[in-house]
């Protein structure tokens, strides 16, 4: 019997967290509900956006929205300027329910607007300029002009609504007229076609990576040279730097920041006293290095990438140890040192290495504060040589990525 227990419960375990999780996705579902309708009442509309954007989000648990939260959403729309998020959860709230309310408010914006399309090719260096042949009147309608325009100046695109009426996108000249017909304008380089995987949204920004470094240094690779021993320990990595897209999903990264072996081990001082005069201090490991890289980046998803490239890095290390034996001028205490005491004497020198590194990212959502930037933990590894040795070392960071 208890075999069979076991199987089962290794069935039943994994539902019933789904279970759980639902739940509680429910209850704050109903705690948000109750929280829009209250902030509703207050006319505290930026409230209410904030609390149906936690609803879109536990959405994806499973939790069905309401008629009235899709309706409390497109009145927060309105009353934040935002007509394409009042029209797209007006039609949520329709495939929900249709109410006199909901389709005469639909048919109130199809009757002044249309959605559009608007994106300039990767390739186009021109300026991006959004111009009305002839400005609207109500507040509403120029309002949704400025977010279009801004929208294009910020992301080089805009998907949404436009007011019926005669536009100009950086002299190239469209019109937006009743029937719910889709219009699409790119902007291209003279001369050349439209390349559809060119014209998304760019990613573009700060990439920075802060987190814990494991670095361990590898035995000399050099004879007849003194060399500090091998060692290892933990420290600090911290990259600052810009990542550019160069095509839809290959960006170029280029970082420059500190990487520092802070917490090494000790030499032994009961080593040192078997040594006799030839024999140093035993030091703590450490290793301090600036270094820059520049990698290629591969986005697969919005949310994942991956990194690698080369990597340049100075600056200075100490340990314990002299791997061939020799701690004076005369070498005399080769056999005693290297046979007995090589965990002890201290070792300093400067290094100028290069190397590789390689990475992988995975946001887990916006940046606060931060527009088109993305923050998650990063997994990153390489390799330091100067013609020596080899320093190869291992980071998990928390990490800052640009989003399109």
Not at 273 to 295: D, H, I, K, N, Q
Not at 306 to 330: E, F, K, L, M, R
Request: aromatic share 8%; charged share 20%; with cysteine.
């Amino acid at each position: 019997m208890r075999q069979l227990l076991v199987p089962i419960a290794a069935l039943v375990a994994p539902l019933a967290a789904e279970a759980a999780g639902k739940t509680a996705s429910e209850a704050e579902h109903t705690r948000l509900a109750e929280e829009m309708r209250k902030l509703a009442q207050r006319n505290a509309w930026r409230g209410v956006e904030g609390s149906y954007a936690r609803m879109l989000v536990i959405e994806k648990d499973g939790v069905v929205l309401t008629y009235d939260d899709h309706l409390l959403g497109a009145q927060a729309a309105r009353a934040l300027g935002d007509v394409t998020n009042v029209y797209d959860r007006l039609l949520r709230a329709r495939s929900v329910k249709s109410t006199p309310e909901v389709t005469g408010w639909i048919a109130d914006i199809e009757g002044s607007y249309s959605r559009v399309e608007l994106a300039r090719d990767l390739r186009y260096t021109g300026k991006i300029e959004l111009t009305v042949d002839e400005m609207p009147f109500a507040p509403d309608q120029r309002a949704v002009i400025g977010a279009a325009s801004q929208a294009l100046a910020t992301n080089g695109s805009y998907t949404g609504l436009l007011p019926f009426g005669g536009y100009s996108l950086s002299g190239k000249h469209f019109d937006v007229k009743q029937g719910g017909e889709l219009v699409k304008v790119v902007l291209v380089p003279e001369g050349k076609s439209v390349d559809k995987a060119q014209t998304v949204a760019r990613r573009d920004g700060l990439r920075a990576d802060v987190g814990a470094l494991y670095a361990m240094v590898g035995e000399s690779s050099v004879d007849d040279s003194v060399q500090g021993q091998g060692f290892a320990g933990m420290g600090l990595r911290a990259g600052l730097g810009w990542e550019l897209q160069v095509a839809r999903p290959l960006g170029f990264v280029a970082q420059a920041g500190y990487h520092g072996l802070l917490f090494g081990e000790k030499g032994d001082p009961a080593a040192i006293a078997e040594l006799g005069e030839v024999a140093a201090e035993p030091v703590t490991s450490r290793m301090s290095l600036f270094f820059v890289s520049g990698s290629l980046s591969i986005w697969p998803t919005d949310a994942l990438s991956v990194q690698v490239g080369p990597s340049w890095a100075i600056g200075t290390a100490q340990t314990n140890g002299v791997s061939n034996g020799c701690v004076d001028a005369t070498c005399s205490a080769v056999a005693t040192y290297g046979a007995d005491g090589s965990d002890a004497a201290g070792a300093q020198a400067s290094i100028k290495s290069g190397g590789a590194v390689a990475g992988l990212f995975y946001g887990f959502g916006k940046t606060p504060g931060m527009k088109k930037s993305r923050s998650g933990i990063s997994l990153q590894g390489g390799a330091q040589y100067d013609l020596a040795r080899v320093y190869p070392w291992a980071q998990v960071a928390f990490a800052i990525a640009p989003s399109r």
